[in-house]
Nanobody
């Protein structure tokens, strides 16, 4: 069965950096819009970033603009999230997600139907 698996989370100090990776075990990764989401304890899941199938476009939530960068390597079935200048409020479980259906959506935060289990990111002050 196709799975997404994240890695790269950990504990860092404020101002530090982490790079998250997400690998798709399937064979159609290059057809998917990929996104990163995060969920802090007691909070709703929130959109972080997305990248189109060919990396032509990227999208970022306001709190991470200028600090986070989403990239993908279709040859490796992998999407990355480079996180710089981390803040304590970035602490959350970060999950990658895929749009596996060839459907158009009104915004880049909708339509993800395949999710990884998440990786923990903790930023200390």
């Amino acid at each position: 069965q196709e799975e997404l698996v994240e890695s790269g989370g950990g504990l860092v100090q404020a101002g530090g950096s982490l790079r998250l990776s997400c690998v798709d075990s399937g064979r159609t990764f290059s057809n998917y819009v990929m996104g990163w989401f995060r969920q802090a304890p007691g909070k709703e899941r929130e959109f972080v970033a997305a990248v189109t199938t060919n990396s032509a476009s990227t999208y970022y939530a306001d709190p991470v603009k200028g600090r986070f960068t989403i990239t993908r390597d279709n040859a490796k079935n992998t999407v990355y999230l480079q996180m710089n200048s981390l803040k304590p409020r970035d602490t959350a479980v970060y999950s990658c997600a895929a749009r596996t259906k060839p459907t158009h959506y009104r915004n880049n935060r909708d339509g993800y139907d395949l999710w990884g289990p998440g990786t923990q990111v903790a930023v200390s002050s």
